[in-house]
């Protein structure tokens, strides 16, 4: 059956859709990684291997993570590392959704669209893709938003199961298979690329599967999609999935199938992989696996097993593996998610070794006991990076290389003078505090002036027995005018600060999460803050400005959105006072996009079970 599947990137439907450049031979890059960190790609011998497909859903699937919402500057920044990384295609959203919704996907297939930035190699841009559901005035939509891309992708889905049939869409199989068909019908009309998912394939009867993509590659879909929505399958079952519907769906020679997996039972890498196996050649998949419920299957996981074992699977990639551990580490941090240390691949414990037998070992050869090179996925030993008497050049140069390199002058005066202003405070500034304090940047918005408010100066004191006092001095920034005022905090000066906060702001703001970590090691480490928050409009504050903790949970009245904000600093008090400023900047901002008519949707609006 491999066989039979292996030219499917040989057809003429095929290089249409793709325009792959076909070599005779290509070999597998050794190179040491030096500085200017070359581009490291695998891509094995093409005469027997089919390209793998690489499509990556952070911006759309990954945003239906609880409380995750990207900016419109957040997206694009991540859909930059995202090209550069040498993924594909990039689902950029569901146009759909909200006019901001739009928006930001038509910024990006404006702006990412047509940009070759490392991908020199590959030959061509990315493809940006949106999701519709089968409906015209969805694909419509959709077309309006990605078609501002040079190549570009409609994805429309439907269900097949007969659960859902029946409970969600309450229409039988004869309607479901018109309604799949004409839709693909119409995205056809206006695109050439277009992409078919039958949600929860895996639940879904076989034969009737069959009679639902004959339809649609009648209908004239290049790309199905065979999610398993649920996470039910195992690795057998789906790879049969896929197998079977290849050998019984005519027409399976002149599309390419993908897999969609999710993690609910921890299976969504083994069962992508097993669907590669069985001859699917495209992969959705998301960065550091973030997505609904569990997850979706982690980019990182299935190209470094392909990585690692070359001659397993029949296919070749073109990621730039040494961009995976910044891309990781941007996705984390705009989107609030922080990477579990034992996280393969990309954890901070993924490349450390405690047992001393372990230690011994990958001293006298690192092969021992390490299967992947740490500069592999990109990271890096390298610590001393700039210093405080470095020039804006070597610091633009610098950054370039950590993927920042579309910053324009204003961009990068900004990120030049936060650098500086810490490395007077540090001995040592690493890759991941310049990582840090550029995805501050690109969170807050300062730049580009969609503060409202600015944090100009706190002033604490705190003892153990004593109660903490804070004192706040904000700027805001459309009045031009300094807010200053105190609180009282019972349980410590977080608790002081917030309240001072609130005070100014004149908001009743509750806190949902709070989690501060180390950047990086040494006791000048910057401190990095993740809070999440939600307006409170129903909760009484004392009078220091600080929530009632007495206040029955029960009695709030709690708006449907969350806000995530992240701030950096040695000082972990002022760290904790810029990341509920960005939160509240978050809130501020999604209110006043709101009123015109231009503000993203809440999560219940854009999530799309796939």
Known sequence: MLT??????????????????????????????????KQYRY????????????????????????????????????????????????????????????????????????????????????????????????????????????????????ATSDIHLKYKLKIDREECIRRAATAVEYARSLCNDVEFSSEDSGRSDKEFLCRVLEKVIEAGVTTINLPDTVGYNNPVEYGGLIKYLIENTRGSDKVIWSTHCHDDLGLATANTLSGVLNGARQIEV??????????????EEVIMNIHTHPTSYPVYHTINTQQIYRTSNLVSS????????????????AFLHESGIHQDGVL?????????????VGVINVNLVLGKLSGRNAFRSRIAELGFGDMNEKEVGAAFESFKALADTKKRVTEHDLLALLSDQVSSGAVVGSQRFNLQSIQVVSGTHDMSTATVKLLDVPENKELIDAAIGRSGPIMAVFGAIQRLIQRKIRLLHYEVRAVSEGMDALGKVIVKITEDVDISLADNGSPEVETPIDSRVLTKSTYH????DVDI??????????AINRLIEEEQYSKTGLGRSLLPERRAEI
């Open 43 to 158: 891509m094995s011998n093409e005469a027997k291997k089919d390209k793998l497909i690489v499509f990556d859903t952070t911006l759309r699937d990954g945003e239906q993570s609880p409380g995750v919402t990207f900016k419109a500057e957040e997206k694009l920044e991540i859909a930059r590392h995202l090209s550069s990384l040498g993924v594909d295609v990039i689902e950029a959203g569901f146009p759909i959704a909200s006019q901001g919704d739009f928006e930001a996907v038509a910024r990006i297939a404006r702006e990412v669209g047509p940009s070759m930035n490392g991908r020199e190699k590959i030959g061509k841009p990315v493809i940006i893709a949106g999701l519709s559901r089968a409906t015209e005035k969805d694909i419509k939509r959709c077309y309006d938003a990605v078609s501002q891309a040079p190549l570009h992708r409609i994805h429309t889905f439907l």
């Open 573 to 582: 008090v002022t760290a904790s006072a810029k990341a509920y400023i960005n």
């Open 334 to 349: 705009l989107s609030g998610m922080v990477v579990q240390p034992n996280k393969a691949i990309v954890g901070a414990n």
């Open 364 to 376: 006298k050869n690192k092969l021992t006991y390490e299967i992947l090179r740490p500069e592999d």
């Open 565 to 568: 904000g992240h701030g950096t």
């Open 4 to 37: 039979k599947i292996s030219n499917f990137y040989r057809f003429p439907i095929t290089k249409q859709i793709i325009n792959l450049p076909f070599t005779t031979q290509v070999t597998r890059n050794r190179s040491i990684i030096v500085p200017a960190f």
């Open 286 to 299: 998301s960065i550091n696996g973030i997505g609904e419920r569990a997850g979706n299957t982690p980019l």
